[in-house]
Each structure stands twice: as C-alpha cells, then as structure tokens.
C-alpha cells in the first residue's frame, strides 16, 4: 500500500529557538505532525484514496464531506507547510523584487502586510492557521478555523502561514499568542520561500505538496 510520509524537517530542532524552542519543535513536530499522517495513513488504507497525492487528498476529502480524512490529510499539509514558512534568525531572505511588488500594491508595504498578516494570527479564535496568499496577481491575508485550509480552494497559492494552535506555542509562550505571533513576524518568516512560491504562482495555481513551491 501506498503511504504519506513524514517530510523532514527543514532545519534542526533547535534552530528557531529561543522564539520556538526544540522542546516544542519535538513535541510539535514529532508527535502533533506525525500524528496527523499516522492517523491518514489508517484511514486512507483500502480505498480510492491511497492512489492520490496529499493536497488531492485534501481536495477531493472537501468536497466528498469526509472530515476524518480532510482534517488529518489538511492538517499533515499544513504543518509541512508551515515549517517551510519558517527560517532561523537571519535565514529567512526579503521578498524578491516581483512579491514585494505585488505586496506593495496589495498592503500599500511590507509593514502593513505584516500588520494584516500578525492581526489575521492573533484575532483568530480558537485553533487555527493565518496566511499570506496569492489569487491571480493580488495578495491577501487570511485566516482558517482548526484543519481548514486555503489549499482546498482552486486558484489559490498560499505563501506563507502561522499556526496558531496552541500546541505551536504554549510551551514558549503561555498564552501570549501575540507576542509568538510578533517574534515570527519580526524574524522567522521565510520571505525566499514565499518568493519561490509566488514566482511558480504564475505556471500552476494548485497547491502543490507541502513544500513544494
Ligand atoms: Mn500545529
């Protein structure tokens, strides 16, 4: 049988620290993300969904209304995303010319586009994800309640995400969402992965798997 695989992580445990520290990559990652994929593997097995990739599986879960599999399969996809948003102090890159562009035209700058985007974080209720995405040529920030993710729609390239679940930053922050939200927007953002990103936007709007621009 076919299996989702657990994608590496893209950097050490240790290497988002003191903002998100190894004991909450290990817990975050080893046993959150790897359960999400633990728990797809088992419900995928035997059917017409093991010959698909992880972000059809997510698609076709949304609109088949099968809410075990889409929240495990959108959950899997959003975390490898995730990690991939992020980058060690000083690793993260600026926008290329292109997305800072269309990020001046979208935000008016990158300042208030990380305004939008820190907001968009810290106001969701609950669990959830807050993102930077591309629809056509214009950017826009939003934010998705527990699995729910942007990769579902047709015609949409996310860029960039925060979790916000509490998993993600409990351990560093207490309940201080805001201030996990500001030490990533401040440092962690992986702009050269955006920019990859909204360069492929222009060759295939579909989300592809995790990683992958
Ligand atoms: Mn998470």
Known sequence: MKEIALPPLPYAEDAL???????????????????????LNGLISGTHYETLSLSEMVGLSRELNDPGIFNNAAQAWNHDFYWHSLAPAGKGGEPSAELLKAINESFGSLDNCKKALSQAATRQFGSGWAWLVAKGGKLLVESTGNADTP????YVKPLLTIDVWEHAYYLDWQNNRAAYVKAIVDGHLNWSAASSRFASARDDWRCSNGSRP
């Open 17 to 39: 620290a003191p903002v998100i520290s190894a004991k909450t990559i290990s817990y975050h990652y080893g046993k959150h993300h790897a359960g999400y994929i633990k728990a």
């Open 151 to 154: 990769c579902r729609q047709q």
